[in-house]
Structures are given as C-alpha cells and as structure tokens.
C-alpha cells in the first residue's frame, strides 16, 4: 500500500473542541474510504507566508 501525507490548515478562530473534530473528521474522511492514519503531527499555530482567506495564521 501507498503511504501518503496530508497537510490541513485550520482557521486560527477555533476553539480547543472544534479543533479537535475537525481533527477527528479529516480522520473519518480517509478511514471512511479505506485509508489508515498512520501518524499524526499538530504543529501549532503557525504564521503564513501569504494570507489564506485574510488570515496570516493558521
């Protein structure tokens, strides 16, 4: 089996709990289409290098 990576960016307006199920829901997304998390890695809050829907942090 192929091992890919995927990288989302959150909006920096959400609480601890909405982060979390929109953490958990990406994660159903590929286990509902036969896909395995291996690994998870939350890097934090982090400035973007150009603004993503007028926010320079996600």
């Known amino acids: 089996m192929n091992n890919y990576e995927l990288m989302v960016i959150f909006t920096p307006v ?12 990406f994660a159903a997304i590929v286990t509902d289409n036969g896909g395995e998390v291996l690994h998870t890695n ?9 603004p ?6 996600g």
């Open 42 to 50: 939350p890097w934090g809050l982090k400035s973007l290098a150009y």
């Open 14 to 25: 959400l609480s601890e709990e909405e982060y979390k199920a929109a953490q958990k829901k």
């Open 52 to 57: 993503i829907a007028k926010k320079t942090t």
